[in-house]
C-alpha cells in the first residue's frame, strides 16, 4: 500500500511537491543521523534552502514562494511521510514568515530575503520588553525552539513591561549589532501599537505582548532538546540578556490576531493565528500516512508466535487498518476543506474561519494518535524495534499532537463558540 494523502491536482501543488521528491534522498541518508544528534544536518537544510522550501509561505515580494495554504500543507504532509522533525521545522518556519506580513517592509526584506537561513524562535511570551527609546530592552528565555540552529533570526515573544529599566540595567545590557545607528531614533514607519483586539479568536494577556526579532548570534542557547520524538527537530532552548532591539523589528502581539494591514507586498490576508494550526497538523497528518504506508509490510510478512497465518489474514487486523485509514482520511478532508476555506481569502473570516481551522487541527490531532496507535498496537513486537518506522510514528505523532494548536481544548473553545459564546483559547 503506497500511501500519498489526498489527490492534489492543482499545477501548483504538483510543481511543489515535486520539489520534495527532489530532496528526499537527502532526507532519507540523513534521517538517522539527526535521530542521534538531535538535529537536523546542514545537508539537509541546505536541500530545502535550495527548493525555498524554507520560504514557500513568505510572499514572492520577500522572496518567498507565495504558496496557497493547500500547496504548503500538502508539501508538509509529504516531508512528514520521510522525516517528521524536518517537516516540524519548515512548520514552525513557515507560519513565523507570516509575521513578515506584519514587519515593515524593509525589516521583512532583510529578514526573509536577504537572509537565507531560517527565522524561527519562540511564540510563548516568556520574555520581558522594557520599552525605551528607539525600540526595547529585552530579556528573556524561550524554549522549543525548533530549528534554531540553522537560523540567522529569532522571535523572541514577550510581555511589555511597565516602566524603563533601571540605570544598572541599561549599563549592563547589549547594544544592537549589525543595525543601521539610526535605529536608536524612534522609527516613523514603525508599525502602530493595536489596541487589545474585541471578540478575537483567543484571548489576549493581561500585559501586552511583543514579537521582537533578533540575530541568532546575539542569543545563547542551551543543548536542552532531550526527547521522545521529534528528535531531529533540534528544538533547543535560548536566552536573551539586555539586548536592544529597534522598534522596526519587533510586532505588535495584539494585531496577530487579525489579518494583516494591506499592501502590495502582502502575501496572504489571513492572521497569523489561523496559519499556525496547518502547520502541526499537516506534520501529523504526514506521519499518519507514513505508518499506514508501513503497516502493510509488517502485516503480510509477519506469523505471530504460535501462529499459522499472517497478521493481515487476520479479520480482526484487516477491520483496524481500514479504520485507522478512516481516521486518517476523514482528518485530511477537514483539514483540506479548512485549508480551502482560508485560501478564500477571508470571504467567510473571522470567528468562523477560525472556529472552522481549529476545529479540522484538534481533530487531526485526535484522530492520527489514534490510528497510529492502533497500527503500533496490532503490529505487535514488530512495531518495538528502536529506529523501525511504526517506532518512529508513534513517538513524532505523539510529540506533535503535545502541541497547543492541535490540542483537545480546542474542541471546548470551538463547542462553546457554537452555543454563542466568544472563541477564547482554552489550555
Known amino acids: 500500500m503506497s500511501w500519498s494523502g489526498s489527490a492534489h491536482s492543482h499545477e501548483e501543488t504538483t510543481e511543489w511537491?515535486?520539489?520534495?521528491e527532489k530532496i528526499t534522498p537527502v532526507l532519507v541518508r540523513h534521517r538517522e543521523q539527526a535521530e542521534r544528534e538531535r538535529v537536523t544536518p546542514p545537508a539537509v537544510i541546505a536541500a530545502l534552502r535550495d527548493q525555498n522550501i524554507h520560504r514557500m509561505w513568505v510572499s514572492p515580494s520577500f522572496g518567498g514562494g507565495g504558496v496557497s495554504?493547500?500547496?504548503g500543507s500538502a508539501v508538509l504532509q509529504a516531508l512528514a511521510r520521510v522525516d517528521a522533525s524536518v517537516a516540524w521545522q519548515m512548520g514552525v518556519q513557515g507560519v513565523i514568515s507570516r509575521m513578515s506580513d506584519y514587519l515593515p517592509e524593509q525589516v521583512a526584506c532583510q529578514l526573509f530575503q536577504d537572509s537565507d537561513?531560517?527565522?524561527?524562535?519562540?511564540?510563548n511570551p516568556s520574555g520581558q520588553a522594557a520599552p525605551v527609546p528607539g525600540g526595547y530592552r529585552l530579556r528573556g528565555r524561550w524554549s522549543f525552539a525548533s530549528g534554531s540552529t540553522h537560523a540567522d533570526w529569532l522571535v523572541c515573544a514577550s510581555l511589555v513591561t511597565e516602566g524603563s529599566p533601571t540605570?544598572?540595567?541599561d549599563l549592563a545590557a547589549s547594544d544592537w549589532v549589525g543595525s543601521d545607528p539610526a535605529a536608536d531614533d524612534p522609527p516613523a514607519s514603525a508599525p502602530p501599537a493595536g489596541d487589545p483586539p474585541g471578540g478575537d479568536p483567543v484571548q489576549a494577556a493581561t500585559a501586552p505582548t511583543r514579537?521582537?526579532?533578533?540575530?541568532?548570534d546575539r542569543v545563547r542557547f542551551d543543548d536542552d532538546w532531550f526527547t521522545t520524538g521529534l528528535r531531529g527537530s533540534g528544538s533547543v532552548s535560548f536566552t536573551v540578556d539586555g539586548l536592544f532591539v529597534p522598534e522596526e523589528f519587533t510586532v505588535d502581539g495584539g494585531l496577530l490576531r487579525r489579518p494583516p494591514v494591506a499592501r502590495p507586498s502582502r502575501g496572504y490576508p489571513i492572521a497569523y493565528y489561523d496559519f499556525g494550526p496547518?502547520?502541526?497538523a499537516s506534520t501529523a497528518l504526514g506521519i499518519a500516512q507514513d505508518a499506514l504506508s508501513a503497516f502493510p509490510g509488517i502485516a503480510v510478512g509477519t506469523v505471530p508466535a504460535r501462529?499459522?497465518?499472517t497478521l493481515g489474514s487476520s479479520h480482526t487486523v484487516q477491520a483496524g487498518l481500514a479504520r485507522a485509514a478512516a481516521l486518517v482520511r476523514s482528518a485530511e478532508l477537514l483539514l483540506e476543506d479548512a485549508a480551502n476555506h482560508a485560501s478564500l481569502r477571508c470571504l467567510i473570516g473571522g470567528e468562523e474561519l477560525s472556529a472552522l481551522i481549529r476545529l479540522a487541527a484538534a481533530t487531526v490531532g485526535e484522530n492520527t494518535v489514534k490510528a497510529v496507535d492502533s497500527l503500533h498496537s496490532m503490529a505487535g513486537t514488530r512495531a518495538l524495534r528502536s529506529g523501525g518506522r511504526l517506532d518512529r510514528c508513534l513517538r513524532d505523532v505523539h510529540s506533535a499532537a503535545a502541541h497547543i494548536t492541535l490540542s483537545?481544548?480546542?474542541?471546548?473553545m470551538v463547542g462553546a463558540y457554537l452555543l454563542g459564546g466568544s472563541l477564547l483559547m482554552r489550555r
Do not use: D, K
Open 69 to 71: 495554504v493547500r500547496t
Open 307 to 309: 501462529g499459522t497465518q
Open 211 to 216: 514579537m521582537l526579532f533578533v540575530p541568532a
Open 17 to 20: 511537491l515535486s520539489r520534495v
Open 278 to 280: 496547518f502547520t502541526t
Open 408 to 412: 483537545p481544548a480546542n474542541f471546548e
Open 117 to 123: 537561513g531560517l527565522v524561527v524562535g519562540g511564540i
Open 167 to 169: 540605570a544598572e540595567e
